[in-house]
């Protein structure tokens, strides 16, 4: 986009609104297309997916928050990020907060805080600690004084009821499922004792029918 430098300030802050709105309805098309494609063309539709260049993995965050909320359940003032949020809350839940959002004009981030809070004196620091964080966004300096890591690519085989979970955790961030796994996967690099060059590899069983993210 391109902008012309006399544009008033206020013009500048509606083509922002205008943009916002954009996006949060595109995650509802794209949620809600994703969920055409699977009703109507069974295993076909997968394979049409990646013909248009799409990735796979962020339309599934998308359609399971819109499988959740049908469309006279999805509140104009508020964002698809805020329904992510409650996404995997009761219906009667669901609402709740939502209308709470709605009418005390919270942020996604204010939206988390209360509901973490809530969830906190309903059940206790256990669920409050169970509720997935939002990884924050580190700033981006025009220069660094070191040099970007190198990046490796890992390869997970999960069972697929396993997979899904993992999609309903990751959609809740708001984030795709690759995202959501490397900020936890990073975190427990950051946070987790350096084990022994020793230790030997933990027995869990190898799952009957892997699914590779």
Known sequence: MTFSPAMPQRAWEEIGSQLRDLASSSAWWLGDWLLFGEN???????????????????????????????????????SFAHHAEVARLARPEQDYWLRRAEEQRWSRNELRRQL??????????????????????????AESSEPAAEEATLRIALPKPDLDRLLEVAAACGLSLNDWAAHVLQSAVNTR?????????????????????
């Open 116 to 141: 973490r809070a809530g969830l906190a004196e309903q059940h206790g620091p256990a669920a409050e600690a169970a509720a997935p964080e939002q990884p924050e966004q580190p700033a981006e300096s």
């Open 193 to 213: 004792p350096e084990l022994p060059a020793t230790a030997p590899p933990p027995p869990w069983p190898r799952p009957a029918e892997p699914r590779s993210l």
């Open 40 to 78: 109507a063309y069974s295993g076909r539709y997968r394979e049409a997916v990646g013909r248009t260049g799409l990735d796979y993995q962020t339309l599934r965050n998308y359609a399971w928050v819109a499988r959740r909320f049908e469309q006279h359940r999805r509140r104009d003032a508020l």
